[in-house]
């Protein structure tokens, strides 16, 4: 059993398109963390919310704690959204999900 | 700031050989940790430190050693690799543990043992 699971594992979206990504976690958390890996390998921390919901730019997380889920949107996709989103979840371990492969197509 | 630094970005063992994959910070980070990415299984917890002189095991420590001497400094041993340790090897730092600050990562380190 995994202690945090992602949906989809793969996603293709035409440019322009809304973006839906889901994470569901099994650990308690202070926070959950969302990650992008770019295609040349490159990990940056996109988000960390205990919380509601957080924007920036095109990119909005949103976390639900009494239902341990959380879903990473993305509005006006763009090709350069193309990547791989990696929710985390901190418990006595840090444990990821392993990841959605977004490819947006121009 | 350089952020968190890793070298070398590749490398090539021979089973049963040993080797130091190092990594440093110049943010003054107490939290660093070490992480393998293998293909299905998302990033797993190998080793990390809540502070200088202080490590603890992760997901998956057996055959790797870690130490930290100096709060910059968290250098990941491999003893004895094993083709099993083929993987791309992470290394991350937090201003402090527990999940409750961002992540800063370095650029990786893959590592292929023949």
């Known amino acids: 059993k995994n202690e945090v699971e992602q949906s989809p594992q793969n996603l293709t979206a035409q440019e322009g398109e809304f973006i839906t990504i889901n994470c569901s976690y099994s650990?308690?958390?202070?926070?959950l963390h969302w990650l992008q890996q770019h295609p040349g390998g490159g990990i940056v921390s996109l988000f960390m919310?205990?919380?509601g919901k957080k924007k920036h730019g095109r990119l909005i997380a949103t976390i639900n704690i009494q239902e341990k889920h959380s879903s990473l949107h993305i509005t006006a996709s763009h090709p350069r959204d193309s990547a791989v989103y990696i929710c985390?979840?901190?418990?006595?371990?840090?444990?990821f999900g392993t990841g959605t492969s977004l490819t947006v197509i121009p | 700031n350089a952020g968190v630094t890793q070298t070398p970005k590749f490398q090539v063992l021979k089973t049963g050989q040993s080797m130091t994959l190092q990594c440093a910070q110049d943010?003054?980070?107490?939290?660093m940790s070490w992480y393998r990415q293998d293909p299905g299984m998302g990033l797993r917890l190998i080793h990390y430190?809540?502070?200088?002189?202080?490590?603890d095991q992760g997901e998956v420590p057996n055959g790797y050693n870690v130490s930290r001497s100096t709060t910059e400094d968290f250098p990941l041993r491999l003893l004895s690799a094993a083709p099993s340790q083929t993987s791309v090897y992470f290394c991350?730092?937090?201003?402090?543990?527990?999940?409750?600050?961002?992540?800063?990562f370095g650029s990786g380190t893959r590592l292929t043992v023949v």
């Open positions: 991350a730092s937090s201003p402090g543990g527990g999940g409750n600050y961002g992540y800063t």
């Open positions: 650990v308690g958390i202070s926070a």
């Open positions: 919310l205990s919380s």
């Open positions: 985390a979840a901190p418990g006595n371990q840090f444990y």
């Open positions: 943010m003054n980070h107490e939290y």
């Open positions: 430190s809540v502070g200088a002189g202080i490590t």
